[in-house]
């Protein structure tokens, strides 16, 4: 096995955490975000070729690492409810749209579900900013998007490490500023709400949340998508977003489809004008499940009220949540 020093664990054993992700990072020094262990993971990736053209040996180490994560993943959510919130990465902190999911997102977690994301910027930050400020005052999160509002936009980042791994110190500077906010805020958070962010190197010029409790972060981009789909079993609601989230959303449609993850969960998209004319996702959507038994599981609405309704009234099939009980070792509460 060749000597080589690697910046991360090929096995590792549990879910990151923040604090073992983002080690390192100090508010006063810019060039302190490129000495973090996640900085220089992504740097190793880039520099090893990006995974298609890693070589032999490292694609060996990525692949034990991805497969780690996602059975520490599995683990992490057994017995949960988890629900996940899909939205553009370009969403920017201060809007309204930012708003609403976070306040989305702490309501679900008051609930008791355990919300899901990408884990990067953008609707995915505000999804875990929500769950972690669940325990507080909608003042605590009014006062949280105030302090993020003064960095809104992420710089342009995806030329911040080049093949070789040279690393450009002015986007670096710029990322840290758009993140010192955000690490700052979840630092002063006692008793954060859980939430699992799943984002990836692929994409590791765009910081991961340091607001969610768990980070299940991969090498391959395609097994974390259709991993990060198959945990969220109560349900996917979209936010407004392009590209990524119009293949998240088929690919969960196919999902429920086929039943590929035991049942039909609930999908809501979250935006009517947006999802019926802007994008026009829902018809295509009602279309394919016209003749489904499950189709009322698919929701298109304004009112994120609606959304926390649609998902908190759905119970997994009877057949099917017997199964997944015993698979826990627990026996099933007799039906009333």
């Not at 609606?306 to 997944?324: E, G, N, Q, S, T």
Request: aromatic fraction near 10%; charge should be positive.
């Amino acid at each position: 096995m060749p000597a080589v020093d690697l910046p991360y664990q090929p096995f590792h054993g549990k879910l990151y955490a923040p604090a073992e992700l983002f080690l390192g990072f100090d508010p006063r020094r810019p060039a302190s975000y490129a000495q973090t262990m996640d900085f220089r993971t992504y740097r190793h990736f880039v520099r090893m070729g990006r995974g298609t053209d890693a070589p032999f040996f490292e694609g060996m180490m990525q692949s034990l690492h991805d497969n780690s994560v996602a059975k520490a993943l599995h683990v992490f959510l057994r017995g949960r409810r988890c629900v996940a919130i899909m939205g553009g990465h370009k969403l920017e902190r201060g809007t309204d749209a930012y708003r609403r999911v976070s306040v989305l997102a702490r309501t679900l977690t008051r609930a008791g579900f355990t919300l899901a994301s990408g884990g990067g910027p953008g609707a995915m930050e505000a999804t875990h900013l929500g769950a972690a400020l669940a325990a507080g005052t909608i003042g605590d999160l009014e006062t949280a998007l105030g302090g993020l509002a003064g960095e809104p936009h992420l710089p342009p980042a995806g030329d911040m490490v080049d093949a070789r791994g040279g690393v450009d110190a002015k986007i670096v500077a710029a990322l840290h500023r758009w993140f010192r906010p955000a690490h700052d805020i979840a630092a002063r958070i006692r008793k954060p709400g859980r939430s699992v962010a799943v984002p990836t190197w692929h994409y590791g010029h765009e910081p991961s949340s340091p607001f969610a409790t768990h980070i299940a972060k991969y090498f391959q981009n395609s097994v974390r998508e259709d991993g990060l789909l198959s945990i969220a079993t109560y349900g996917v609601i979209y936010s407004e977003g392009k590209a990524g989230t119009l293949q998240e959303i088929f690919q969960d449609a196919a999902q429920n489809y086929y039943r590929t993850c035991r049942w039909f969960s609930p999908m809501v998209l979250l935006g009517r004008r947006y999802w019926t004319r802007t994008y026009p996702v829902a018809p295509v959507l009602a279309k394919l499940f016209a003749e489904d038994r499950e189709q009322h599981r698919l929701l298109v609405t304004d009112d994120i009220d609606d959304a926390v309704r649609h998902i908190k009234k759905f119970k997994p099939p009877a057949a099917v949540a017997r199964v997944l009980h015993a698979e826990r070792g627990r026996r099933p509460r007799k039906p009333r």
